[in-house]
């Protein structure tokens, strides 16, 4: 049973789930990469998914953090929201090491889940 009904979406992701890890540093806790754990990240774009509980439509705001730039859309269906029903956040980002990956967050019946995906290998020439 799958409670979190836009869980199927990526198929692919399914395969391999990673895990976010903190560190402690001068009384802070600093976010180490989901997929390899280098604690040297940087998160590049941020993306959030507003929808009243249920709703067909949604409205999805990226913010591109090195550009500044934003861009919103009203998104039928699911689109890339991580909630099924529901609000949801993608902080998209990388090490580094050169990990690209994404961290969902999204909420279920009073649970918040977070998920991270592995989204390829930055190479350090490119702008984002």
């Known amino acids: 049973m799958e409670i979190e009904p836009n869980a199927s979406k990526y198929p692919d992701k399914k395969e391999r789930q990673f895990k976010i890890s903190f560190n402690t540093w001068d009384n802070h806790q600093v976010m180490n990469c989901p997929i390899c754990n280098c604690e040297f ?13 249920d709703e067909k439509i949604h409205l999805e705001t990226n913010i591109n953090l090195k550009d ?13 929201n991580p909630s099924g029903r529901r609000n949801g956040l993608i902080l998209h980002g990388h090490c580094e090491e050169g990990c690209k990956f994404d961290i969902e967050m999204y909420q279920h019946k009073g649970n918040t889940f977070f998920n991270s995906f592995f989204k390829g290998v930055k190479e350090f020439n490119e702008t984002k």
Do not use: L
């Open 68 to 80: 500044k730039k934003i861009n919103t859309n009203v998104v039928e269906g699911h689109g890339n």
């Open 41 to 53: 990240t940087h998160i590049t774009e941020v993306s959030t998914f507003s929808r009243k509980e």
